[in-house]
């Protein structure tokens, strides 16, 4: 006897198959027809997939577009002295009601597990105490993992180091870091260091916003990988942006990603917000900030699409749609064959699964029984629907439902209702 299973659904890797649940765990995949269940969801010709996963995030901005003005240059900077002005007038509370409203959202289109940088650039701490409580909050349906980030500057500002380590002592999962901001490269280089090396005695994974620059120059990545091998790291660091790499010279790239490789680093593209703010001081030909995803991908690194940002002081879209990001991803990183867009359905789901180290994540028998019934066939399909989430289960509960996006036509001849799912044999 099951608690839910989930019938006919397709997987990602193609298979057709029934879901079998107990509890919080998936205990069956395969042929169920004779199973008996209290709760039964008809994905016949639906795909079924793991929850969306997003390991770079900003939630303690989220939501916060417009407050207290708009960033009329749209670049970096002026995003950062924005979210220094928004600091001062921002609550606790405010804080709160943003992040638990976006999870509401996340929760909906499936997206069940987030790593959330938080500004550690604060002597009040208010977002790692808010953020915290959200964490305990949201524990039963959403995997969030909160990131100490010293925003201004681990060195730059005066008690960034003081109040990331209180953070870190206070229950924040991840060190991070922002070398590429400190106001030398020397300067970001001892800061890579210095928290790798707290993140190694913590026993803790490093995520740091690293070369977010055009500057073909900022290389604290190789450091990073310099550091990651010399603590013994290797799996539990993630490089986030490297949009620098875009600028490199390709022999300097050549000598880097081997690198990377041997340190087993982790690498988050965010292609929304990276091809909105980089390139800012270009005319044309314009650069387009995204790092070498592909030649990454090709050399064995772990590589997945982050959203960063959603109606905050950097980026005035977003909807927590996770397929949103892979399909940007997709066109500029010119991943466009069958296998590449494959490859970005899995950089949101299993390769950044990955990165925040789930274990018991994913399709298969003892995994955690949470997942994804969307209105689409295959991985490609969605990719080009972003289609309705028909389901999302966390941790065998079903937390949200959706309609079929199915549009009722009044045309003369033609059917009366159409879809957008295609299926040339039935044309």
Not at 168 to 176: E, K, N, P, Q, T
Request: charged share 20%.
């Amino acid at each position: 006897m099951f608690d839910l299973i989930v019938r006919g659904g397709t997987l990602p890797d193609g298979r057709v198959a029934d879901i079998g649940i107990v509890g919080d765990r998936i205990t069956a995949i395969g042929s169920l027809d004779t199973a008996e269940s209290g709760h039964v969801i008809d994905a016949f010709g639906d795909l079924v997939s793991p929850p969306f996963v997003d390991p770079h995030f900003h939630m303690d901005a989220t939501l916060s577009f417009g407050s207290p003005r708009i960033n009329a240059s749209g670049t970096l900077l002026e995003g950062i002295g924005l979210w220094g002005e928004l600091k001062q007038i921002m609550t606790q509370d405010d804080i709160k009601v943003r992040a638990l409203t976006y999870c509401d959202w996340a929760a909906s289109m499936g997206l069940l597990a987030i790593r959330s940088h938080v500004d550690t650039c604060d002597d009040r701490l208010l977002g790692v105490e808010a953020l915290l409580e959200v964490k305990e909050q949201v524990k039963e349906y959403i995997d969030l993992q909160l990131v100490a980030f010293p925003q201004d500057g681990f060195y730059r500002d005066p008690t960034a180091r003081e109040n990331t380590i209180r953070a870190l002592d206070m229950g924040v999962d991840v060190v991070g870091g922002i070398p590429h901001f400190e106001r030398t490269m020397a300067d970001g280089a001892m800061s890579v260091k210095e928290l790798c090396e707290i993140a190694a005695a913590r026993g803790l994974q490093v995520d740091m916003h690293c070369d977010e620059s055009d500057d073909p120059h900022s290389r604290h990545i190789e450091t990073l990988a310099y550091e990651t091998q010399r603590l013994g790291l290797h799996g539990r660091v993630t490089g986030s942006h490297l949009t620098s790499m875009h600028s490199m010279d390709n022999y300097y790239v050549s000598k880097l990603l081997p690198l990377m490789v041997e340190s087993e680093i982790n690498v988050i593209p965010n292609p929304l917000i990276n091809i909105v703010i980089q390139g800012r001081h270009d005319t044309f030909p314009k650069r387009r900030g995204l790092t070498r995803v592909k030649e990454m991908l090709a050399m064995g690194i772990n590589v997945g699409w982050g959203q960063d940002c959603v109606l905050d002081p950097w980026y005035s879209l977003g909807t927590a749609d996770m397929l949103d990001v892979a399909f940007m991803g997709l066109h500029v990183a010119q991943m466009t064959s069958p296998e590449d867009m494959q490859t970005c359905f899995n950089m949101v789901t299993v390769n950044n699964a990955k990165t925040m180290g789930l274990t018991d994540y994913g399709l298969h028998v003892g995994a955690k029984a949470s997942l994804v019934v969307l209105d689409a066939s295959n991985p490609i399909e969605a990719l080009r629907l972003r289609p309705a989430r028909l389901w999302v289960v966390a941790n065998g509960r079903v937390i949200s439902q959706s309609p079929r996006a199915d549009a009722t036509l009044s045309l003369p001849k033609r059917p009366i209702s159409t879809h957008r799912r295609h299926h040339p044999e039935a044309i």
